[in-house]
C-alpha cells in the first residue's frame, strides 16, 4: 500500500514548456460513387459495410493519416440519414435504409483515433450511367433544374433555386452532424467533351453563379459553425499558361467554371487542393503547379491532391511510389502557410499499391496534426487539470478542461514525440508500463476548435 501510495505522488505538475506538436494535414479521398472505395459493393449488410469502413478507418491510423474526405453525397443522395434527399443508391439501393447512418459511424470512429472527417458533397452532379436513384430524388421533383451532359445529368448551377437546394443539403449536414471539414470536388460543370451543355449562358455567366454558390457557402459555414473547415478540389490547371510551362491541360476556367483562383485569393476556402496528379517532370510538372497555386495567397493553404492511384497503372505506366514520395517533399516545401497531402484515393493505399505504405511509413515518421484556422478564431484554450496515476498495469491519466481535441505528448531526457491525438470528449488514457516506465514528462495540450493550440499541463517526475 506504501509503495502504491508513493508512486501515485511521483508525478507533479511543474512550470515548463513542451514542443509544439507537428502540423501537416494528411488526407485521403474515400469515394462511395460505384463503390470505387466503399463500401465495396451495394447491398451489403450493415454489419459487413461497417466492418469495411471501420478497416479504412483503423488502417489510416496506422498510416498516420489525420483526416478522411469521406464522401456523402455523390449524386443528389445521402449517406447519412436525411429529410432533403434519398438514401444512396451505393449503400442498399436507390432510397434503401441501410439500417445505421454512415456518416454518424464514421465521426464515432474516426474522432476516437484522432482523425477528422471532412463531408465530401458533389454539389451539381444529379443522376450517373442511367442508375436508379431513390424516391424523393432531385431528379424526381425538379426535372427542370435538369442539364444533360453525356451520360450524366446535374442540376443547373445558374438557377438560383438549384444553387440554394444545394447549400440547404450541405448546411444540413453542416448543423446536425460533428463533422470536421465541408469539401468540394471539382464537378461544378461538366469536363469536356460534355462542358457546352445547352444552358444559354455564357462562360462568364456560368463562373458568376459557381462564385456567387462557393462565397454564399463559406458565409453560411463559418457562420453556422466557425471551426469546420471549407476546402475545395479543383483541376489542377486554373488555365493552360499559369505557369507558363504549363501549356496543355483542360481549362478549368473555362470548361468548368471553376476560377478557384479567386476563391483562394479572396479566403472563400480554407484550403485548396488542386489535383496534381501529375509526375514532377513533364509538360504538367507537379513541382511548377504546386509552386503556382501555393502563391495566390499565401495566407491560405494549398495541399495538393496527390494521385497515388496511377502508381503501376495503365494510365501512367512505370510510375512508382518513390514519386509520391519526391510529391511530398516539394509540397512540403514549397508550402507557404502549412504542408499537406490528399491522396486519390483510398484503395491505392489500403491495398500497398506499388509498396506505397513503405513511402507513407518513411514520410510519416510521427503523428501530426492539422494545420490551424487562425482567421476562423484564433482564442487559445485554457491549460487543464491533470493527475497521474501509476500502477501495475501502467500510468492512467485524467484530465479536466475544454477542448476540441487533446495532444498527449510524452517525454525523456528532452526528447519529446506525440503519443496520442484524442477527441474533446475524452478526459482518460493509460500509458502501458512499457511506455509510461520510460517516461519522465508528460503534457496534455488542449486544442480549440479551429486548431489552435493551448497551454499544454506539464507533469514530471
Known amino acids: 500500500m506504501l509503495a502504491t501510495a508513493a508512486l501515485a505522488q511521483a508525478w507533479q505538475q511543474v512550470d515548463e514548456n513542451a514542443p509544439e506538436p507537428a502540423r501537416e494535414f494528411r488526407a485521403a479521398w474515400v469515394a462511395t460513387v460505384f463503390n470505387l472505395d466503399w463500401p465495396s459493393k451495394a447491398g451489403l449488410p450493415a454489419s459487413q459495410q461497417k466492418a469495411e469502413l471501420l478497416r479504412i478507418i483503423e488502417q489510416a491510423a496506422r498510416l498516420r493519416l489525420n483526416a478522411i474526405i469521406l464522401q456523402v453525397r ?127 449562358r455564357t462562360p462568364a455567366q456560368r463562373r458568376a453563379a459557381i462564385d456567387s454558390f462557393v462565397q454564399e457557402l463559406y458565409r453560411q459555414v463559418k457562420q453556422a459553425k466557425p471551426h469546420v473547415r471549407v476546402g475545395i478540389s479543383p483541376f489542377g490547371i486554373w488555365q493552360p499558361g499559369f505557369p507558363e510551362q504549363v501549356q496543355a491541360g483542360v481549362n478549368a476556367y473555362e470548361d468548368l467554371a471553376c476560377d478557384a483562383r479567386k476563391w483562394l485569393a479572396r479566403g472563400w476556402v480554407d484550403y485548396l487542393s488542386p489535383q496534381l496528379y501529375w509526375r514532377c517532370e513533364g509538360p504538367q510538372s507537379f513541382p511548377a503547379l504546386m509552386q503556382w497555386w501555393s502563391g495566390i495567397n499565401p495566407s491560405r493553404p494549398v495541399w495538393p491532391g496527390i494521385a497515388s492511384v496511377r502508381i503501376d497503372s495503365k494510365e ?112 482518460r488514457i493509460t500509458l502501458p508500463p512499457r511506455v509510461a516506465n520510460t517516461l519522465d514528462r508528460i503534457a496534455v495540450r488542449p486544442i480549440s476548435p479551429t486548431g489552435v493550440s493551448g497551454t499544454p499541463c506539464i507533469l514530471a517526475r
Not at 424526381?140 to 438557377?159: D, F, I, V, Y
Not at 510510375?319 to 486519390?344: C, N, P, T, V
Not at 492539422?370 to 484554450?381: H, I, L, N, Q
Request: charged share 20%; hydrophobic share 35%.
Open 74 to 200: 455523390p449524386n443528389g443522395d445521402a449517406l447519412y440519414r436525411s429529410d432533403l434527399e434519398p438514401w444512396s443508391a451505393w449503400l442498399s439501393g436507390p432510397g434503401t435504409n441501410p439500417g445505421y447512418d454512415p456518416l454518424a459511424f464514421a465521426i464515432a470512429e474516426a474522432h476516437r483515433r484522432g482523425i477528422e472527417i471532412h463531408a465530401w458533397f458533389n454539389p451539381f452532379r444529379a443522376t450517373v450511367s442511367s442508375r436508379p436513384v431513390g424516391r424523393g430524388h432531385i431528379s424526381r421533383r425538379q426535372p427542370g433544374w435538369l442539364l444533360k451532359a453525356g451520360s450524366t445529368t446535374m442540376l443547373n448551377p445558374a438557377r438560383q433555386q438549384a444553387r440554394g437546394h444545394v447549400l440547404r443539403v450541405i448546411m444540413d449536414v453542416v448543423r446536425r452532424y460533428n463533422i470536421d471539414g465541408v469539401h468540394l470536388d471539382d464537378y461544378f460543370y461538366p469536363y469536356p467533351p460534355h462542358h457546352n451543355v445547352a444552358d444559354g
Open 316 to 427: 501512367d505506366p512505370g510510375r512508382k511510389a518513390s514519386e509520391i514520395g519526391r510529391q511530398i517533399a516539394y509540397s512540403r516545401q514549397l508550402a507557404h502557410q502549412s504542408s499537406g497531402q490528399l491522396f486519390w484515393s483510398w484503395k491505392s493505399l489500403g491495398t500497398n499499391r506499388g509498396g506505397i505504405q513503405k513511402v507513407l511509413a518513411g514520410c510519416y515518421k510521427s503523428l501530426a496534426l492539422p494545420p490551424a484556422m487562425p482567421w476562423s478564431g484564433s482564442t487559445r484554450p485554457a491549460c487543464p487539470s491533470v493527475q497521474a496515476q501509476d500502477a501495475g498495469n501502467g500510468c492512467t491519466l485524467t484530465w479536466q478542461g475544454n477542448a476540441r481535441k487533446w495532444v498527449v505528448q510524452v517525454g525523456s531526457k528532452g526528447r519529446w514525440f506525440t503519443l496520442d491525438v484524442l477527441p474533446g470528449n475524452c478526459s
